[in-house]
Protein backbone atom coordinates (compact mmCIF):
# COMPACT_ATOMS: atom_id res chain seq x y z
CA UNK A 1 0.00 0.00 0.00
CA UNK A 2 0.93 3.58 0.59
CA UNK A 3 3.96 5.02 2.17
CA UNK A 4 1.76 6.87 4.43
CA UNK A 5 3.53 5.75 8.00
CA UNK A 6 6.29 8.72 6.63
CA UNK A 7 5.08 11.21 9.28
CA UNK A 8 6.49 14.22 7.00
CA UNK A 9 3.49 16.20 6.66
CA UNK A 10 0.50 16.28 9.09
CA UNK A 11 -2.84 15.34 7.87
CA UNK A 12 -4.11 18.50 9.04
CA UNK A 13 -2.21 20.34 6.55
CA UNK A 14 -3.72 18.23 3.89
CA UNK A 15 -7.30 19.39 5.12
CA UNK A 16 -8.94 21.96 3.34
CA UNK A 17 -12.90 23.20 4.53
CA UNK A 18 -14.68 23.43 1.77
CA UNK A 19 -18.35 23.58 0.57
CA UNK A 20 -20.93 22.19 1.14
CA UNK A 21 -21.37 23.24 4.00
CA UNK A 22 -23.21 20.93 6.72
CA UNK A 23 -26.38 22.13 7.54
CA UNK A 24 -26.55 24.91 10.15
CA UNK A 25 -28.10 23.46 13.28
CA UNK A 26 -31.85 23.77 13.45
CA UNK A 27 -33.51 25.65 16.45
CA UNK A 28 -36.69 23.34 18.01
CA UNK A 29 -39.70 24.32 15.86
CA UNK A 30 -42.93 23.81 16.87
CA UNK A 31 -45.41 21.47 14.74
CA UNK A 32 -47.54 23.94 13.01
CA UNK A 33 -44.36 25.59 11.60
CA UNK A 34 -43.10 22.41 10.87
CA UNK A 35 -46.62 21.54 8.64
CA UNK A 36 -46.32 24.87 7.43
CA UNK A 37 -42.58 24.34 6.43
CA UNK A 38 -43.62 21.36 5.07
CA UNK A 39 -46.30 22.63 2.98
CA UNK A 40 -44.23 25.40 1.47
CA UNK A 41 -41.29 22.93 0.48
CA UNK A 42 -44.06 20.19 -1.03
CA UNK A 43 -46.29 22.92 -2.66
CA UNK A 44 -45.69 22.07 -6.49
CA UNK A 45 -46.00 18.33 -5.62
CA UNK A 46 -49.54 18.62 -3.86
CA UNK A 47 -50.75 21.38 -6.61
CA UNK A 48 -49.96 18.60 -9.16
CA UNK A 49 -52.02 16.10 -6.80
CA UNK A 50 -54.96 17.74 -6.83
CA UNK A 51 -54.86 19.25 -10.13
CA UNK A 52 -54.62 15.37 -11.05
CA UNK A 53 -57.55 14.56 -9.28
CA UNK A 54 -59.95 17.04 -10.38
CA UNK A 55 -59.14 16.54 -14.08
CA UNK A 56 -59.99 12.54 -13.46
CA UNK A 57 -62.81 13.45 -11.93
CA UNK A 58 -63.68 15.71 -14.05
CA UNK A 59 -63.16 12.96 -17.14
CA UNK A 60 -65.59 10.91 -15.24
CA UNK A 61 -68.13 13.60 -15.13
CA UNK A 62 -67.85 13.96 -18.90
CA UNK A 63 -68.08 10.30 -19.30
CA UNK A 64 -71.52 10.04 -16.96
CA UNK A 65 -72.63 13.16 -19.24
CA UNK A 66 -72.04 12.03 -22.55
CA UNK A 67 -73.47 8.73 -21.67
CA UNK A 68 -76.43 9.59 -19.71
CA UNK A 69 -77.62 12.03 -22.51
CA UNK A 70 -76.80 8.84 -25.50
CA UNK A 71 -74.79 11.59 -27.21
CA UNK A 72 -74.65 11.23 -31.50
CA UNK A 73 -72.14 13.80 -32.36
CA UNK A 74 -70.01 12.62 -35.50
CA UNK A 75 -69.40 9.44 -32.32
CA UNK A 76 -72.39 7.40 -31.08
CA UNK A 77 -72.33 6.97 -27.05
CA UNK A 78 -75.62 5.35 -27.94
CA UNK A 79 -73.89 1.92 -26.74
CA UNK A 80 -71.27 2.78 -24.68
CA UNK A 81 -71.50 1.63 -20.89
CA UNK A 82 -72.54 4.77 -18.24
CA UNK A 83 -69.75 4.78 -15.24
CA UNK A 84 -71.90 3.62 -12.90
CA UNK A 85 -72.87 0.65 -15.27
CA UNK A 86 -68.95 -0.45 -15.04
CA UNK A 87 -69.04 -0.01 -11.48
CA UNK A 88 -71.55 -2.16 -11.07
CA UNK A 89 -69.94 -4.90 -13.04
CA UNK A 90 -65.91 -4.03 -11.25
CA UNK A 91 -68.25 -5.12 -8.38
CA UNK A 92 -69.68 -8.05 -9.40
CA UNK A 93 -66.21 -9.24 -11.02
CA UNK A 94 -64.17 -9.41 -8.05
CA UNK A 95 -66.20 -11.76 -6.38
CA UNK A 96 -65.57 -13.26 -9.87
CA UNK A 97 -62.81 -16.55 -9.88
CA UNK A 98 -63.13 -16.52 -13.56
CA UNK A 99 -62.31 -12.59 -13.82
CA UNK A 100 -59.56 -12.57 -11.28
CA UNK A 101 -57.61 -15.78 -13.22
CA UNK A 102 -58.08 -13.56 -16.61
CA UNK A 103 -56.18 -11.15 -14.77
CA UNK A 104 -53.70 -13.39 -13.29
CA UNK A 105 -53.09 -15.27 -16.19
CA UNK A 106 -52.32 -12.08 -18.26
CA UNK A 107 -49.73 -10.93 -15.40
CA UNK A 108 -48.16 -14.67 -15.90
CA UNK A 109 -48.05 -14.15 -19.35
CA UNK A 110 -45.98 -10.80 -18.95
CA UNK A 111 -43.85 -12.04 -16.36
CA UNK A 112 -42.52 -14.81 -18.24
CA UNK A 113 -42.28 -12.92 -21.60
CA UNK A 114 -41.32 -9.81 -20.55
CA UNK A 115 -38.36 -11.37 -17.78
CA UNK A 116 -37.20 -13.52 -20.56
CA UNK A 117 -36.81 -10.56 -22.73
CA UNK A 118 -34.59 -9.42 -19.70
CA UNK A 119 -33.17 -12.33 -19.47
CA UNK A 120 -31.93 -12.06 -23.36
CA UNK A 121 -31.88 -8.57 -24.07
CA UNK A 122 -29.57 -6.99 -21.43
CA UNK A 123 -26.81 -9.29 -21.39
CA UNK A 124 -27.00 -9.91 -25.62
CA UNK A 125 -26.91 -5.69 -25.88
CA UNK A 126 -23.97 -5.14 -23.54
CA UNK A 127 -21.59 -8.19 -24.85
CA UNK A 128 -22.99 -6.30 -28.69
CA UNK A 129 -21.57 -3.56 -27.07
CA UNK A 130 -18.85 -4.64 -25.94
CA UNK A 131 -17.29 -6.73 -29.12
CA UNK A 132 -17.41 -5.61 -32.12
CA UNK A 133 -17.89 -8.80 -34.12
CA UNK A 134 -20.87 -9.95 -32.28
CA UNK A 135 -22.39 -6.52 -32.68
CA UNK A 136 -21.79 -6.68 -37.00
CA UNK A 137 -23.11 -10.72 -36.57
CA UNK A 138 -26.45 -9.76 -34.79
CA UNK A 139 -27.17 -6.28 -35.53
CA UNK A 140 -28.45 -6.58 -39.14
CA UNK A 141 -30.59 -9.44 -37.84
CA UNK A 142 -31.96 -7.55 -35.44
CA UNK A 143 -33.01 -4.64 -37.75
CA UNK A 144 -34.57 -6.65 -39.74
CA UNK A 145 -36.99 -8.24 -37.55
CA UNK A 146 -37.42 -5.30 -35.03
CA UNK A 147 -39.78 -3.01 -37.32
CA UNK A 148 -42.10 -6.04 -37.44
CA UNK A 149 -45.08 -5.14 -35.33
CA UNK A 150 -45.31 -8.46 -32.86
CA UNK A 151 -49.28 -8.74 -33.70
CA UNK A 152 -47.61 -9.42 -37.22
CA UNK A 153 -46.22 -12.71 -35.39
CA UNK A 154 -49.46 -14.19 -34.18
CA UNK A 155 -49.89 -16.75 -37.25
CA UNK A 156 -45.86 -17.20 -37.16
CA UNK A 157 -46.21 -17.88 -33.35
CA UNK A 158 -48.91 -20.25 -33.54
CA UNK A 159 -47.00 -22.34 -36.18
CA UNK A 160 -44.05 -22.41 -33.95
CA UNK A 161 -44.61 -23.00 -30.66
CA UNK A 162 -46.98 -26.24 -29.78
CA UNK A 163 -49.70 -24.53 -27.02
CA UNK A 164 -51.53 -21.25 -27.67
CA UNK A 165 -49.83 -20.45 -24.26
CA UNK A 166 -46.61 -20.49 -25.15
CA UNK A 167 -46.93 -18.44 -28.27
CA UNK A 168 -49.05 -15.80 -26.60
CA UNK A 169 -45.67 -15.92 -23.79
CA UNK A 170 -43.31 -15.61 -27.48
CA UNK A 171 -45.24 -12.66 -29.04
CA UNK A 172 -45.14 -10.71 -25.40
CA UNK A 173 -41.04 -11.82 -25.70
CA UNK A 174 -41.10 -10.41 -29.00
CA UNK A 175 -42.82 -7.19 -28.22
CA UNK A 176 -40.43 -5.82 -25.34
CA UNK A 177 -37.11 -7.64 -26.29
CA UNK A 178 -36.68 -5.01 -29.09
CA UNK A 179 -37.22 -2.26 -27.39
CA UNK A 180 -35.10 -3.45 -24.66
CA UNK A 181 -31.96 -4.76 -26.56
CA UNK A 182 -32.04 -1.38 -28.35
CA UNK A 183 -32.15 0.12 -25.39
CA UNK A 184 -29.41 -1.41 -23.95
CA UNK A 185 -26.77 -1.21 -27.10
CA UNK A 186 -27.67 2.70 -26.93
CA UNK A 187 -26.76 2.68 -23.17
CA UNK A 188 -23.20 0.54 -24.12
CA UNK A 189 -22.29 3.42 -26.99
CA UNK A 190 -22.38 6.18 -24.44
CA UNK A 191 -20.02 5.13 -21.78
CA UNK A 192 -17.89 7.76 -21.55
CA UNK A 193 -14.42 6.31 -22.05
CA UNK A 194 -12.50 8.59 -20.13
CA UNK A 195 -14.34 6.12 -17.43
CA UNK A 196 -13.21 3.01 -19.12
CA UNK A 197 -9.21 4.52 -18.80
CA UNK A 198 -9.68 5.60 -15.40
CA UNK A 199 -10.20 1.99 -14.88
CA UNK A 200 -7.83 0.55 -16.26
CA UNK A 201 -5.21 2.61 -14.95
CA UNK A 202 -6.58 1.71 -11.72
CA UNK A 203 -5.70 -2.11 -12.91
CA UNK A 204 -9.33 -3.17 -13.77
CA UNK A 205 -8.72 -5.98 -16.13
CA UNK A 206 -11.92 -7.15 -19.64
CA UNK A 207 -14.20 -8.74 -17.08
CA UNK A 208 -13.85 -5.87 -13.76
CA UNK A 209 -14.57 -2.90 -16.41
CA UNK A 210 -17.53 -4.64 -18.10
CA UNK A 211 -18.99 -5.21 -14.69
CA UNK A 212 -17.60 -2.37 -12.92
CA UNK A 213 -18.16 0.29 -15.69
CA UNK A 214 -19.98 -0.90 -18.54
CA UNK A 215 -22.53 -2.55 -16.97
CA UNK A 216 -23.60 0.43 -14.63
CA UNK A 217 -22.60 2.90 -16.70
CA UNK A 218 -25.69 1.85 -19.01
CA UNK A 219 -27.92 1.11 -16.27
CA UNK A 220 -29.81 4.21 -16.85
CA UNK A 221 -30.50 3.16 -20.46
CA UNK A 222 -31.27 -0.27 -19.58
CA UNK A 223 -34.12 0.99 -17.58
CA UNK A 224 -35.50 3.22 -19.94
CA UNK A 225 -35.62 -0.01 -22.09
CA UNK A 226 -37.18 -1.88 -19.90
CA UNK A 227 -39.76 0.99 -19.13
CA UNK A 228 -40.32 0.81 -22.33
CA UNK A 229 -40.65 -2.92 -22.97
CA UNK A 230 -42.86 -3.39 -20.59
CA UNK A 231 -45.44 -1.01 -22.20
CA UNK A 232 -44.97 -2.40 -25.61
CA UNK A 233 -45.25 -6.34 -23.64
CA UNK A 234 -48.72 -4.93 -22.50
CA UNK A 235 -49.69 -4.04 -26.23
CA UNK A 236 -48.69 -7.36 -27.95
CA UNK A 237 -49.84 -9.48 -24.94
CA UNK A 238 -53.39 -7.69 -25.60
CA UNK A 239 -53.50 -8.17 -29.12
CA UNK A 240 -52.31 -11.73 -28.50
CA UNK A 241 -55.26 -12.57 -26.70
CA UNK A 242 -58.05 -11.31 -28.30
CA UNK A 243 -56.69 -13.27 -31.65
CA UNK A 244 -55.82 -16.45 -30.22
CA UNK A 245 -56.71 -16.87 -26.55
CA UNK A 246 -58.69 -18.50 -24.04
CA UNK A 247 -58.18 -16.82 -21.07
CA UNK A 248 -56.43 -13.48 -20.16
CA UNK A 249 -57.96 -9.87 -19.84
CA UNK A 250 -57.42 -9.36 -23.67
CA UNK A 251 -59.78 -12.29 -23.75
CA UNK A 252 -62.35 -11.04 -21.36
CA UNK A 253 -62.65 -7.64 -23.00
CA UNK A 254 -62.83 -9.08 -27.19
CA UNK A 255 -65.67 -11.91 -25.28
CA UNK A 256 -67.57 -9.33 -23.56
CA UNK A 257 -67.73 -7.30 -26.79
CA UNK A 258 -69.42 -10.79 -28.36
CA UNK A 259 -71.45 -11.46 -25.35
CA UNK A 260 -72.80 -7.72 -25.74
CA UNK A 261 -71.74 -7.32 -22.22
CA UNK A 262 -70.89 -3.84 -22.60
CA UNK A 263 -70.08 -3.14 -19.33
CA UNK A 264 -67.55 -5.52 -19.61
CA UNK A 265 -65.74 -3.76 -22.23
CA UNK A 266 -64.84 -0.75 -20.06
CA UNK A 267 -63.92 -2.94 -17.19
CA UNK A 268 -61.39 -4.85 -19.49
CA UNK A 269 -59.99 -1.43 -20.94
CA UNK A 270 -59.48 -0.14 -17.44
CA UNK A 271 -58.36 -3.23 -15.70
CA UNK A 272 -55.28 -3.32 -18.77
CA UNK A 273 -54.75 0.59 -17.89
CA UNK A 274 -53.89 -0.35 -14.45
CA UNK A 275 -52.23 -2.92 -14.94
CA UNK A 276 -50.13 -1.31 -17.43
CA UNK A 277 -49.21 1.73 -15.23
CA UNK A 278 -48.76 -0.36 -12.17
CA UNK A 279 -46.25 -2.48 -14.22
CA UNK A 280 -44.23 0.50 -15.20
CA UNK A 281 -44.30 2.15 -11.27
CA UNK A 282 -43.06 -1.26 -10.99
CA UNK A 283 -40.06 -0.82 -12.92
CA UNK A 284 -39.58 2.67 -12.29
CA UNK A 285 -39.11 1.60 -8.69
CA UNK A 286 -37.00 -1.35 -9.28
CA UNK A 287 -34.39 1.29 -11.00
CA UNK A 288 -34.74 3.85 -7.90
CA UNK A 289 -33.32 0.86 -6.13
CA UNK A 290 -30.98 0.15 -8.51
CA UNK A 291 -29.51 3.09 -8.83
CA UNK A 292 -29.11 5.14 -5.78
CA UNK A 293 -26.55 7.47 -6.90
CA UNK A 294 -29.56 8.59 -9.51
CA UNK A 295 -31.93 9.92 -6.76
CA UNK A 296 -32.39 13.76 -6.26
CA UNK B 1 28.39 -1.76 -3.73
CA UNK B 2 28.25 0.34 -0.15
CA UNK B 3 25.64 2.59 -1.86
CA UNK B 4 23.52 -0.44 -2.18
CA UNK B 5 23.89 -1.84 1.09
CA UNK B 6 23.00 1.54 2.64
CA UNK B 7 19.85 1.26 0.89
CA UNK B 8 18.84 -1.64 2.09
CA UNK B 9 16.52 0.26 4.57
CA UNK B 10 14.45 2.56 2.33
CA UNK B 11 12.91 1.45 -0.44
CA UNK B 12 15.32 1.54 -3.77
CA UNK B 13 13.97 4.80 -5.69
CA UNK B 14 11.09 3.68 -7.91
CA UNK B 15 9.79 5.51 -10.55
CA UNK B 16 12.04 6.69 -13.28
CA UNK B 17 10.64 7.69 -16.38
CA UNK B 18 12.06 7.83 -19.66
CA UNK B 19 10.95 8.83 -22.75
CA UNK B 20 13.66 8.96 -25.61
CA UNK B 21 13.29 9.38 -29.34
CA UNK B 22 9.36 9.29 -29.01
CA UNK B 23 7.29 9.99 -32.29
CA UNK B 24 3.60 9.65 -32.31
CA UNK B 25 1.75 10.04 -35.81
CA UNK B 26 -1.68 9.25 -36.50
CA UNK B 27 -3.34 7.58 -39.93
CA UNK B 28 -5.62 10.29 -41.79
CA UNK B 29 -7.45 10.32 -45.34
CA UNK B 30 -4.84 12.70 -46.41
CA UNK B 31 -1.50 10.62 -44.61
CA UNK B 32 -0.18 10.06 -41.52
CA UNK B 33 -0.03 13.31 -39.17
CA UNK B 34 2.54 13.48 -36.84
CA UNK B 35 1.33 14.84 -33.54
CA UNK B 36 4.68 14.46 -31.11
CA UNK B 37 8.42 14.15 -33.15
CA UNK B 38 11.87 13.70 -31.66
CA UNK B 39 11.09 13.85 -28.00
CA UNK B 40 13.41 12.95 -25.36
CA UNK B 41 11.90 13.74 -21.50
CA UNK B 42 12.75 11.96 -18.50
CA UNK B 43 11.39 12.19 -14.61
CA UNK B 44 13.81 11.23 -11.49
CA UNK B 45 12.38 9.17 -8.75
CA UNK B 46 10.57 11.48 -6.45
CA UNK B 47 10.94 14.27 -9.18
CA UNK B 48 7.95 16.85 -10.10
CA UNK B 49 8.05 17.61 -13.60
CA UNK B 50 5.61 19.47 -15.88
CA UNK B 51 5.14 19.61 -19.44
CA UNK B 52 3.43 23.33 -20.67
CA UNK B 53 3.09 24.40 -24.31
CA UNK B 54 0.64 25.87 -27.07
CA UNK B 55 -2.92 24.09 -26.72
CA UNK B 56 -2.77 20.83 -29.25
CA UNK B 57 0.97 20.68 -29.33
CA UNK B 58 0.77 16.47 -28.23
CA UNK B 59 1.44 17.38 -24.73
CA UNK B 60 -1.63 15.40 -23.60
CA UNK B 61 -0.48 12.46 -26.18
CA UNK B 62 2.90 12.45 -24.50
CA UNK B 63 1.31 11.94 -21.18
CA UNK B 64 -1.36 9.17 -22.48
CA UNK B 65 1.75 7.27 -23.78
CA UNK B 66 3.40 7.06 -20.73
CA UNK B 67 -0.03 6.04 -19.16
CA UNK B 68 0.08 3.19 -21.96
CA UNK B 69 -3.32 4.54 -23.41
CA UNK B 70 -0.73 5.12 -26.80
CA UNK B 71 1.54 3.35 -28.43
CA UNK B 72 4.51 5.27 -30.03
CA UNK B 73 5.13 5.01 -33.48
CA UNK B 74 8.52 5.18 -32.49
CA UNK B 75 11.10 5.44 -29.95
CA UNK B 76 10.58 3.99 -26.54
CA UNK B 77 8.96 4.83 -23.19
CA UNK B 78 10.32 2.66 -19.84
CA UNK B 79 9.60 3.08 -16.22
CA UNK B 80 11.80 2.22 -13.79
CA UNK B 81 13.56 0.14 -16.75
CA UNK B 82 10.65 -1.22 -18.20
CA UNK B 83 8.87 -0.86 -21.17
CA UNK B 84 5.36 0.56 -21.00
CA UNK B 85 3.13 -1.77 -22.60
CA UNK B 86 -0.33 -0.53 -22.09
CA UNK B 87 -2.35 0.81 -18.99
CA UNK B 88 -1.16 -0.19 -15.41
CA UNK B 89 -1.95 0.70 -11.83
CA UNK B 90 1.93 1.49 -11.65
CA UNK B 91 1.00 4.65 -13.22
CA UNK B 92 -1.93 6.38 -11.47
CA UNK B 93 -3.38 9.15 -13.82
CA UNK B 94 -5.74 12.07 -13.00
CA UNK B 95 -7.81 13.27 -15.41
CA UNK B 96 -9.22 16.82 -16.46
CA UNK B 97 -13.18 15.27 -16.19
CA UNK B 98 -12.49 14.49 -13.47
CA UNK B 99 -13.74 11.03 -14.84
CA UNK B 100 -15.13 9.32 -10.99
CA UNK B 101 -17.43 6.21 -11.45
CA UNK B 102 -20.83 7.58 -11.02
CA UNK B 103 -22.42 4.81 -9.40
CA UNK B 104 -19.69 4.82 -6.73
CA UNK B 105 -19.96 6.73 -3.47
CA UNK B 106 -16.38 9.02 -2.40
CA UNK B 107 -14.97 5.83 -0.50
CA UNK B 108 -15.47 3.18 -3.35
CA UNK B 109 -14.32 5.52 -5.95
CA UNK B 110 -10.99 5.43 -4.06
CA UNK B 111 -11.17 2.01 -3.13
CA UNK B 112 -11.97 0.86 -6.69
CA UNK B 113 -8.08 0.00 -7.55
CA UNK B 114 -7.92 -1.94 -4.01
CA UNK B 115 -10.48 -4.24 -4.90
CA UNK B 116 -9.14 -4.43 -8.02
CA UNK B 117 -5.89 -6.14 -6.85
CA UNK B 118 -8.61 -8.09 -4.49
CA UNK B 119 -7.54 -6.71 -1.16
CA UNK B 120 -10.30 -8.33 1.16
CA UNK B 121 -13.40 -5.35 1.75
CA UNK B 122 -12.40 -4.63 5.61
CA UNK B 123 -8.63 -3.74 4.64
CA UNK B 124 -9.56 -1.44 1.94
CA UNK B 125 -12.03 0.71 3.62
CA UNK B 126 -10.12 1.24 6.11
CA UNK B 127 -6.74 2.59 3.71
CA UNK B 128 -9.59 4.36 1.71
CA UNK B 129 -11.05 6.06 5.16
CA UNK B 130 -7.19 6.82 5.95
CA UNK B 131 -6.09 8.48 2.44
CA UNK B 132 -9.68 10.67 2.36
CA UNK B 133 -8.80 11.54 5.73
CA UNK B 134 -5.33 12.98 3.97
CA UNK B 135 -7.64 15.33 1.63
CA UNK B 136 -9.90 16.39 4.14
CA UNK B 137 -12.63 14.29 2.42
CA UNK B 138 -13.44 11.58 5.56
CA UNK B 139 -17.03 13.52 6.31
CA UNK B 140 -18.01 12.84 2.50
CA UNK B 141 -17.00 9.10 2.31
CA UNK B 142 -20.92 7.86 1.62
CA UNK B 143 -21.77 10.74 -0.79
CA UNK B 144 -22.14 10.03 -4.71
CA UNK B 145 -19.37 12.22 -6.71
CA UNK B 146 -22.74 14.21 -8.12
CA UNK B 147 -22.85 15.84 -5.16
CA UNK B 148 -18.98 17.28 -4.69
CA UNK B 149 -17.43 20.31 -5.69
CA UNK B 150 -14.98 20.39 -8.83
CA UNK B 151 -12.59 20.92 -5.95
CA UNK B 152 -13.43 18.33 -4.25
CA UNK B 153 -14.30 15.70 -6.57
CA UNK B 154 -10.62 16.47 -7.77
CA UNK B 155 -9.60 15.35 -4.68
CA UNK B 156 -11.09 12.22 -4.69
CA UNK B 157 -9.90 11.86 -8.15
CA UNK B 158 -6.45 12.46 -6.94
CA UNK B 159 -6.78 10.13 -3.95
CA UNK B 160 -7.83 7.50 -5.79
CA UNK B 161 -5.09 7.11 -8.45
CA UNK B 162 -2.70 7.17 -5.15
CA UNK B 163 -4.58 4.72 -3.81
CA UNK B 164 -2.87 1.88 -4.72
CA UNK B 165 0.58 2.76 -4.36
CA UNK B 166 1.39 3.69 -7.72
CA UNK B 167 5.30 4.26 -8.83
CA UNK B 168 4.49 7.39 -10.53
CA UNK B 169 1.23 9.94 -10.73
CA UNK B 170 0.30 11.66 -13.75
CA UNK B 171 -1.49 14.24 -14.32
CA UNK B 172 -3.27 15.74 -17.37
CA UNK B 173 -4.73 19.10 -16.48
CA UNK B 174 -6.54 18.13 -13.64
CA UNK B 175 -7.04 21.36 -12.29
CA UNK B 176 -8.02 23.01 -16.00
CA UNK B 177 -11.52 23.25 -14.97
CA UNK B 178 -11.51 24.65 -11.40
CA UNK B 179 -12.02 28.26 -10.65
CA UNK B 180 -9.24 30.47 -9.87
CA UNK B 181 -9.18 30.51 -5.52
CA UNK B 182 -10.07 26.79 -5.71
CA UNK B 183 -6.95 26.14 -7.85
CA UNK B 184 -4.67 27.15 -5.73
CA UNK B 185 -5.85 25.15 -3.11
CA UNK B 186 -5.79 21.99 -5.34
CA UNK B 187 -1.87 22.54 -5.72
CA UNK B 188 -1.19 23.63 -2.14
CA UNK B 189 -2.93 20.31 -1.83
CA UNK B 190 -1.02 17.95 -4.69
CA UNK B 191 2.46 19.29 -3.43
CA UNK B 192 1.81 18.00 0.31
CA UNK B 193 0.59 14.67 -1.16
CA UNK B 194 3.79 14.55 -3.05
CA UNK B 195 6.00 15.86 -0.52
CA UNK B 196 4.46 13.09 2.05
CA UNK B 197 4.47 9.97 -0.33
CA UNK B 198 7.43 11.37 -2.40
CA UNK B 199 6.14 9.83 -5.61
CA UNK B 200 7.39 11.11 -9.23
CA UNK B 201 4.85 13.44 -10.97
CA UNK B 202 4.24 14.39 -14.35
CA UNK B 203 2.26 17.79 -14.50
CA UNK B 204 0.54 18.89 -17.71
CA UNK B 205 -0.91 21.90 -18.09
CA UNK B 206 -0.81 25.08 -19.86
CA UNK B 207 -1.26 26.92 -16.81
CA UNK B 208 2.59 28.84 -16.52
CA UNK B 209 2.35 29.80 -12.76
CA UNK B 210 1.17 26.27 -12.25
CA UNK B 211 3.83 24.81 -14.02
CA UNK B 212 6.43 26.92 -11.96
CA UNK B 213 4.61 26.67 -8.80
CA UNK B 214 4.96 23.02 -8.47
CA UNK B 215 7.44 21.82 -10.23
CA UNK B 216 11.29 20.95 -9.84
CA UNK B 217 11.82 20.87 -13.65
CA UNK B 218 9.43 22.22 -16.64
CA UNK B 219 9.93 21.06 -20.27
CA UNK B 220 8.34 23.17 -22.37
CA UNK B 221 6.73 22.10 -25.70
CA UNK B 222 6.58 23.24 -29.21
CA UNK B 223 3.71 23.94 -31.58
CA UNK B 224 2.78 20.74 -34.03
CA UNK B 225 4.31 18.34 -34.25
CA UNK B 226 4.93 18.67 -30.71
CA UNK B 227 9.04 17.80 -29.53
CA UNK B 228 10.89 19.83 -26.50
CA UNK B 229 11.68 23.19 -27.11
CA UNK B 230 13.52 24.12 -23.91
CA UNK B 231 13.97 22.40 -20.27
CA UNK B 232 14.10 24.74 -17.68
CA UNK B 233 14.95 23.63 -14.05
CA UNK B 234 13.06 25.72 -11.37
CA UNK B 235 14.94 26.45 -8.81
CA UNK B 236 13.02 27.79 -5.94
CA UNK B 237 13.14 26.76 -2.94
CA UNK B 238 10.65 24.47 -0.75
CA UNK B 239 8.07 24.48 0.60
CA UNK B 240 7.00 26.85 -1.51
CA UNK B 241 4.76 29.66 -0.40
CA UNK B 242 1.73 31.45 -2.12
CA UNK B 243 3.56 34.71 -1.95
CA UNK B 244 6.41 33.47 -3.67
CA UNK B 245 4.51 33.60 -7.22
CA UNK B 246 5.21 37.65 -6.64
CA UNK B 247 8.88 37.13 -6.52
CA UNK B 248 11.25 38.46 -8.86
CA UNK B 249 12.87 34.92 -9.46
CA UNK B 250 9.17 33.64 -10.27
CA UNK B 251 8.83 36.32 -12.82
CA UNK B 252 11.87 35.65 -14.24
CA UNK B 253 11.07 32.16 -14.62
CA UNK B 254 7.48 33.33 -16.09
CA UNK B 255 8.15 36.01 -18.22
CA UNK B 256 11.06 33.31 -19.88
CA UNK B 257 8.00 30.66 -20.57
CA UNK B 258 5.73 32.78 -21.37
CA UNK B 259 7.83 34.51 -23.97
CA UNK B 260 8.72 30.46 -24.93
CA UNK B 261 4.82 29.95 -25.92
CA UNK B 262 4.03 33.03 -27.13
CA UNK B 263 6.05 32.37 -30.14
CA UNK B 264 5.04 28.52 -30.15
CA UNK B 265 1.31 29.68 -30.27
CA UNK B 266 2.01 32.23 -32.65
CA UNK B 267 3.23 29.69 -34.96
CA UNK B 268 0.27 27.27 -34.38
CA UNK B 269 -1.87 29.56 -35.63
CA UNK B 270 -0.47 30.19 -39.12
CA UNK B 271 1.24 32.79 -40.59
CA UNK B 272 -1.81 35.54 -41.42
CA UNK B 273 -2.57 35.59 -37.53
CA UNK B 274 1.07 36.10 -36.58
CA UNK B 275 1.15 39.17 -38.78
CA UNK B 276 -2.05 40.34 -37.36
CA UNK B 277 -1.12 39.53 -34.21
CA UNK B 278 2.36 40.86 -33.95
CA UNK B 279 1.24 44.13 -35.78
CA UNK B 280 -1.67 44.58 -32.49
CA UNK B 281 0.96 43.68 -30.10
CA UNK B 282 2.74 46.83 -31.86
CA UNK B 283 0.03 49.36 -31.13
CA UNK B 284 0.06 52.23 -29.22
CA UNK B 285 -3.21 53.56 -28.12
CA UNK B 286 -1.98 56.25 -26.32
CA UNK B 287 -4.78 56.26 -24.18
CA UNK B 288 -7.98 55.99 -27.01
CA UNK B 289 -9.74 52.63 -27.48
CA UNK B 290 -9.37 50.71 -29.78
CA UNK B 291 -12.35 51.34 -31.46
CA UNK B 292 -11.49 54.67 -31.68
CA UNK B 293 -8.33 54.29 -33.88
CA UNK B 294 -10.10 52.02 -36.04
Known amino acids: MLRQEEPAVSPADAVVKEEPAAPVAQPRRSFASLAARWYRLNKDCLRAVAIGALSLFAFLVLWHLLTTYRVVFFVRFTNVPAPLEVYASFTKAIHDPKFLMHIVLSCRRILIGFSLAAVVGVPLGLVMGRFKLIHEIIFPVAEVLRPIPAIAWVPMAIMLWPTNEQSIVFITFLGSFFPILVNTLHGMSLVDPVLVRAAQCLGARESSIFREVYFPASLPHIFTGLTVGMGVAWVSLIAAEMISGQYGIGYFTWEAYSLVQYADIALGMIAIGVLGLGSSLLIRGIGQLVMPWRMK | ?227 IKAEIPIPLERPRQQSMMMSSEFLGLKRGLMSLIREESLKAMGGEITDLGMQGLNIDLHGHSLAEIL
Request: aromatic residues 8%.
Open chain 2, 1 to 227: MIQAERQVDTRPPQGHIEVEDFALSYETIEGSVEAVSNTHIHVKPGEFVSIVGPSGCGKSTLLNAVAGFLKPTSGTVTVDGEAVNGPSAERGMVFQQYSLFPWKTVRENVEFGLKMRGMPRAQRERAARTLLGLAGLEAFEKHYPERLSGGMKQRVGIVRALATGPKVLLLDEPFGALDAQTRVIMQQILTNLWQRLKISVLFVTHDIDEAIFLSDRVYCMTARPGS
